[in-house]
C-alpha cells in the first residue's frame, strides 16, 4: 500500500492544474462558449492553490492564474465582440439608405385571356 501523498505538493499541484485549464482555455478561444467556463474554472482552481500556499507555507504555481486571466479576457472579449457599438453615425446594413426612396418591382403582364364567369370559353 501507498503512503498518503505529500500534503505540501497539493498547492502545487493545483497551479498546475490551473495552468493546464489555462492553456486549454487559450486553445479553444474561437469558442468563448466552451473557453470561458475553462478559464473560470482554471482561475478558482489557480486562487485555491495560492490560498493554500499562503496558508500551509507550501510550494506553488502562480503563472496558472496568470494564464487563466488571459485565457478568460481574450475569451470574453471574442464573446462581446459581435455587440460591440459601431457608432450611431453607420446605418444598420440591411435598411435601405434614407434619401433613396423604395422602387417597387415592375408589374408583370398578363399573358392569358381573361376567362369568362362561367368558366368556359368566351
Given at each position: 500500500?501507498?503512503?498518503?501523498?505529500?500534503r505540501?505538493l497539493?498547492?502545487?499541484s493545483?497551479?498546475m492544474?490551473?495552468?493546464?485549464?489555462?492553456?486549454?482555455?487559450l486553445?479553444?478561444?474561437?469558442?468563448?462558449v466552451?473557453?470561458?467556463?475553462?478559464?473560470g474554472?482554471?482561475?478558482?482552481?489557480?486562487?485555491?492553490?495560492?490560498?493554500?500556499?499562503?496558508?500551509?507555507?507550501?510550494?506553488?504555481l502562480?503563472w496558472?492564474?496568470a494564464?487563466?486571466?488571459?485565457?478568460?479576457?481574450?475569451?470574453?472579449?471574442?464573446?462581446?465582440?459581435?455587440?460591440?457599438?459601431?457608432?450611431?453615425?453607420?446605418?444598420?446594413?440591411?435598411?435601405?439608405?434614407?434619401?433613396r426612396?423604395?422602387?417597387?418591382?415592375p408589374?408583370?403582364?398578363?399573358?392569358?385571356?381573361?376567362?369568362?364567369?362561367a368558366?368556359?370559353?368566351?
Open positions: 500500500m501507498r503512503p498518503p501523498p505529500d505540501s497539493w498547492p502545487a493545483l497551479g492544474t490551473s495552468l493546464v485549464l489555462g492553456h486549454v482555455a486553445i479553444v478561444f474561437f469558442l468563448p466552451i473557453g470561458v467556463p475553462v478559464a474554472c482554471g482561475l478558482v482552481i489557480g486562487l485555491a492553490g495560492v490560498l493554500l500556499t499562503c496558508v500551509r507555507r507550501g510550494v506553488g502562480r496558472g492564474l494564464v487563466c486571466a488571459l485565457a478568460l479576457g481574450i475569451n470574453l472579449a471574442l464573446y462581446r465582440a459581435p455587440y460591440a457599438d459601431l457608432g450611431t453615425d453607420q446605418p444598420p446594413s440591411w435598411n435601405p439608405p434614407a434619401e426612396a423604395f422602387i417597387p418591382p408589374a408583370r403582364r398578363n399573358c392569358e385571356r381573361p376567362r369568362s364567369a368558366g368556359g370559353a368566351p
